[in-house]
């Protein structure tokens, strides 16, 4: 196969237990990502890898491929590692379960990414940020890149900081958490030791540039929101009302 997604899903949360099953107008959230996922035109296959056996009981009900794994992980990468190991497959798209708005187009771009570029081993999304506020936000990861696309730094400070010309003539970029790995770099991402920069600022992707290697971000339009607090989730049922 070329390219599989898998969806990581664990049932507990320390801002928001069981978070993936919420219900958003009548459909678990797991159930959302899933049915979004699902229309992206360049995935052969769709995983849901959980933790919990509730999870896997309603994914099963609504048509998902699912597999239990191991509870221990520390990451939603460690739980991708273990169900892609044994599956033939040349691009793992990490789809994040708390992203209910995430857009199909999204994953295409990303399987383009390292399709088609032999030099890419990882890829991410970045958006232009378009709410003033979201800029100085320490829950939005900001992230900069050189001219060839590849990241340079992310930090939940503003970068960069504007010294000697009005901050609102620059345009800032917010880092959506959705990867793109090969099967090879996916095992030696989840062979790297935790690096300082990751654990001062509690970024997971930091740990890829503080070792050498290059992520290549993909520009987009589309937005998304990851429902990490009931603010969130109020926020994402808003936006699919509206829709």
Known sequence: MDVIGVIPARYSSTRFDGKVLIDILGKPMIQHVWEKAKQASMLDDLIIACDDERIKKVAEEFGAKVILTAKGHLSGT??????????????????????????????????????????????????????????????????????????????????PFVRNHKADTHVYFKHLGIYAYTKDFLFTFKNLPISNLEKLEALEQLRVLEHGYKIKMIETNFETVGVDTPADLDKVINILSRK
């Open 78 to 159: 460690d739980r991708i590692a273990e169900i892609v190991n044994p599956i033939d497959v040349k691009v793992i798209i990490n789809i994040q379960a708390d992203e209910p708005l995430i857009h199909p187009s999204t994953i295409d771009s990303l399987s383009r990414a390292l399709l088609f570029d032999k030099n890419c081993n990882i890829a991410s999304l970045m958006k232009k940020i378009e709410d003033p506020a979201e800029i100085n936000d320490h829950n939005v990861v900001k992230v900069v890149t050189d001219k060839n696309g590849h990241a340079l730094y992310f930090s939940r400070s503003t970068i």
